[in-house]
């Protein structure tokens, strides 16, 4: 019986990935993003650097290049696309009070997830073997090279993503925005910390602390202590230095490691149906009595039978203007929240403290607006209103801007009455930009999950950049 | 007086025709469309919320035909599809105003007759209380209050009563009559007995009208 589920738990998944249009936008943005990264001999930044040096190309090195690729640009998207694609909903209403085992319905949902991932990876090996033919010398292409430097690197990373989309699927606490927060934070960490500790090492062990692969690859040749390696878009000078990837590839442990991290995502996945949590109505319950009563909006006012109908308002743009706010600031906790980081810009600095506070709020309350106001069925409703759903996307990034500026008001009047208007620029730019992010991402991806992961990885960027 | 007109609508899904020439005028009052299900009920009622546009025929709202004429008729429509994605996150106050702001109504007036409208309905006590943790009964008086904001002269309700037990529908029941004394309100239903004698009944039925 667990078989036909697992079979069926996969034909389904499988079935329903192949009428998502957004696959197809996934299977072009790994090969075009590699095109552009891995520019020519000329260029001044590397999508590598190794002792501030660009490496040699060789089919072994782009192949490796290919999988840094995945790792710092298609294992978010990756998620991004698991979490809010066609499979996003699942018939648990149902599915839940069968005697079926969760296990069964997760590894045949994982499964599903995997070929989807190996397809996006064999699009990006044809890829390579295209960017090859371009950047390296006549004779030196060697396409089995390419491929199997990107599968061990890449392949071992993208099913722990599938297994972690599963997993996050099967917890309730992760199913929402959590979920989005811990895989960042999985995500970086990942990635940062073998090439953040800068040590050289051998064996299973080690190689095991390398998820996304990369690191022993580039460094495995490399005098001891001297290991600096820089990925994404790195500076580099004219000097190019030689690297031997495939030593890096053969030494004991790597391909050992590589399947093991496999393994693990299977285990994963194995785990996410065996700790599968149902599904539950969200009662929030607040232990103390003064929080809840802070926290809750409490009985409605009495009603007024005799109320007369509505009439329209004289500025109904401020109304949508006013709806839009009140929606992206939805909830009591929300609005201290805002409050407090609003008050931390008379004393804290307001580039690293108050901005990047009230950004972070704002990741929050504009996916979770942008997304719930375009569900095709609301849409259906809302779209015979007089505020049409464009008009009223206009609005939002209106609204979300205002927030910025409302957030950022006491720092941005104490900075303006000593001559300073780099918060209110700031303010205005980025509460701009993170809502037109927001709304542009929940039109096409109908869920928070999208805006919410993308305006977390840029709130990072900003956050540390100050 | 409002006055809606359909003349020649036909719609086309591909090449699956859902309705055919269809033409008839509305007046204030009560109108039924029945029919078996997918005889094409809730899509003409889409037509008639501009939900979607006919595949031949004109839509005359007070003399003007549409498209020109949508935005006119949009600001005194109200619309209760069957089935809405309810934000579940939302209290159901704050889901009524949001479309109240829509509608371009001001707001704290939307606020008193949406307290007015859900007390009509026994849904006052909970609108405070977030949609999720409303029943299939629930949703379906929210969809139906959001739809009487305002003052509309269209009322356009997809099974407003489905999904109701039988003291709770007959609450709807009496607040839709009271709205078709001045108001055009159309409305699908499987169950046409207790409205029928107040109504004008359309059957609808092989993609015409009769």
């Known amino acids: 019986m667990s078989a036909a589920i697992l079979r069926s738990s996969l034909g389904t998944s499988l079935a329903r990935y192949s009428r998502s249009w957004g696959l197809w936008v996934l299977l072009l943005i790994a090969p075009v993003a590699a095109r552009y990264w891995i520019g020519t001999e000329q260029d001044t930044s590397a999508v590598i650097a190794v002792q501030n040096m660009a490496p040699v190309m060789t089919s072994a090195v782009l192949g490796v290049t290919l999988g840094v690729v995945v790792s710092t640009l298609l294992l978010p998207i990756a998620f991004l696309y698991l979490r809010s694609n066609a499979t996003r909903l699942q018939p648990w209403q149902v599915e839940e009070v069968t005697t079926g085992s969760r296990i069964a319905v997760a590894l045949g949902r994982f499964g599903a997830d995997v070929a989807v991932l190996a397809g996006v990876l064999a699009a990006m090996t044809l890829a390579g073997w295209l960017i090859a033919w371009l950047v390296l010398p006549a004779g030196q292409v060697d396409i089995g090279l390419i491929a199997l430097t990107l599968w061990l690197i890449a392949g ?138 802070l926290l809750s909006p409490g009985a409605p006012r009495a009603a007024n039978p005799d109320a007369p109908p509505a009439r329209g308002s004289w500025l109904p743009a401020v109304g949508v203007l006013v709806s839009e706010m009140r929606l992206i600031g939805q909830g009591r906790l929300w609005l201290l929240l805002a409050a407090a980081a609003a008050a931390s810009g008379l004393f804290a600095d307001f580039r690293t403290v108050t901005s990047p506070a009230a950004l972070l709020l704002l990741a929050f309350g504009l996916s979770a607006h942008a997304a719930r106001c375009e569900r095709t069925k609301l849409l259906a409703l809302t779209g015979t209103a007089p505020f049409a759903p464009m008009l009223r996307r206009v609005a939002f990034v209106v609204a979300g801007t205002a927030w910025t500026l409302l957030i950022g008001a006491p720092a941005i009047v104490k900075a303006g009455l000593a001559g300073n208007m780099v918060p209110l620029e700031l303010s205005l730019a980025t509460g701009a930009a993170a809502s037109l992010i927001a709304i542009v991402l929940a039109t096409v991806a109908r869920s928070p999950f999208a805006p919410r992961l993308v305006l977390l990885i840029l709130w990072y960027g900003y956050l540390s950049s100050a | 007086m409002a006055e809606l007109t359909l003349q020649g609508i036909a719609k086309r899904y591909r090449k699956k025709a859902v309705l055919a020439d269809v033409s008839h005028s509305f007046a204030p ?46 600001r005194t429509l109200g619309y209760a599809p069957q089935a809405v994605d309810l934000p579940e996150d939302l209290t159901a106050r704050e889901f009524a105003m949001h479309i109240a702001a829509l509608k371009g109504l001001a707001l704290g007036a939307a606020d008193k007759q949406f307290a007015a409208i859900t007390d009509a309905i026994g849904l006052h006590a909970d609108i405070n209380n977030r949609i999720s943790t409303f029943s299939g009964g629930m949703r379906r008086r929210l969809i139906f209050a959001q739809a009487l ?62």
């Open chain 2, 149 to 210: 904001l305002g003052d509309p002269q269209l009322l356009a309700l997809d099974e407003p009563t489905a999904e109701l037990d039988g003291a709770t529908a007959r609450k709807l029941s009496a607040l839709i009559l009271e709205r078709a004394k001045a108001a055009i309100v159309i409305m699908t239903t499987h169950l046409a007995d207790e409205l029928a004698p107040s109504a004008t009944v359309l059957r609808v039925e092989g993609g015409s009208v009769t």
């Open chain 1, 156 to 293: 071992p990373a993208l099913m722990g993503v599938a297994a972690v989309r599963i997993l996050f699927d099967s917890l309730g606490f992760t199913r929402g925005p959590l979920g989005e927060v811990f895989f960042y934070i999985l995500w970086m960490a990942s990635i940062v910390a073998p090439i953040a500790s800068g040590t050289k090492g051998d064996g299973f062990a080690y190689n095991l602390t390398d998820y996304p692969g990369f690191v022993q690859p580039l460094t495995h040749t490399l005098p001891d202590g001297d290991t600096s390696l820089s990925i994404g878009s790195a500076e580099v000078g004219s000097k190019k230095i030689a690297l031997d990837v495939m030593a890096g590839i053969n030494s004991p442990g790597y391909i050992a490691s590589r399947l093991a991290w496999a393994g693990i995502a299977l285990l994963i996945a194995l785990l996410a149906g065996r700790v599968y949590a149902p599904h539950k109505p969200r009662v929030r319950r607040i232990r103390w009595k003064w929080l809840r009563r």
């Open chain 2, 29 to 74: 009052g009560l109108t039924l469309l029945v029919g078996p299900s997918g005889a094409g009920k809730s899509t003409l009622l889409r037509l008639i919320a501009t939900a979607e546009k006919p595949s031949a025929g004109t839509i005359f709202w007070d003399g003007n035909a549409l498209p020109g004429a949508r935005g006119k008729l949009r």
